[in-house]
């Protein structure tokens, strides 16, 4: 048995504030293993203003659980993984990269007014420079469907 997340845990116990040791302590978790999701969410309840463990902890529960290989994602997953990309946005609001994987996931979704709003949100918290990049081809991509 593996028990390595018990020195990861020690140092925790002394100082939670430390990235380095919850980032190592999150990559060293298999992302099917239990423990990811809780280990992720007490890291950033921590470091909540970590993009690097917003973006790492979002990516890799959307490919998890939104994955081919899986069978067909319930409505539980889907609000599952809302609701991450909803806490990530108090602290993230000005992270393009976080509002464009929200809003891919809500067109998908077909989420219509949902979507629409949260363009609106988008387009207020972002700087005017990253509309054009980050927010209009989007956008316009989802008018026209």
Known sequence: MNTSWIIYE???LENPMQFNVWWFYIQSINITDVRFISVCERALNYLPFSYKLWYYYITNIEKSYLSNDMKKPTQYHYDFINNIYERA???MYNKP???NLYL???IK???ITKT???FDKALIN???TQHKQWI???YLKFAQQ
Do not use: A, N
Request: aromatic share 16%; hydrophobic share 55%.
């Open 10 to 12: 020690e140092q925790l």
């Open 89 to 91: 946005l108090v602290y």
């Open 97 to 99: 990269v976080i509002w």
């Open 104 to 106: 891919q996931l809500l």
């Open 109 to 111: 979704q077909k989420y």
């Open 116 to 118: 629409r709003k949260l």
């Open 126 to 128: 972002l700087p005017l």
């Open 136 to 138: 209009w081809p989007l």
